[in-house]
């Protein structure tokens, strides 16, 4: 279940929204999870952030894992056959 999210209407300076707009990009963020970043950072800095503050949510694809959920070895890539020397392809001896 989601929690309910906050609209504001923000009036920024444009130069200042396009260096956010750029270090959200650097950080793959979206110039809104950007701010919402940078005012939670700041009000833990200033030790204003509410202990009930919820996390801030993951999006995207999950990270990956190294092994399948279920156990197994994870597939592997089958081995590519070595060219042979001279370019000419087996068989053609």
């Known amino acids: ?21 750029r270090w959200a990009g650097d950080e793959l963020r979206s110039t809104n999870a950007q701010i919402e970043f940078l005012l939670r950072r700041a009000l833990a800095d200033a030790g204003r952030l509410p202990r ?7 999006r995207g694809r999950p990270p990956r894992a190294s092994a399948p959920p279920d156990g197994s ?7 590519k056959p070595e060219k042979p020397e001279g370019g000419a392809p ?3 001896d």
Not at 1 to 20: C, E, F, G, Q, Y
Not at 73 to 79: H, L, V
């Open 73 to 79: 070895a994870a597939p592997q890539e089958p081995e």
């Open 1 to 21: 279940m989601a929690t309910d999210r906050k609209s504001i209407l923000l009036r920024l300076d444009p130069a200042v929204h396009d260096a956010l707009t």
């Open 90 to 92: 087996p068989g053609d």
């Open 52 to 58: 009930d503050a919820a996390r801030i949510p993951r």
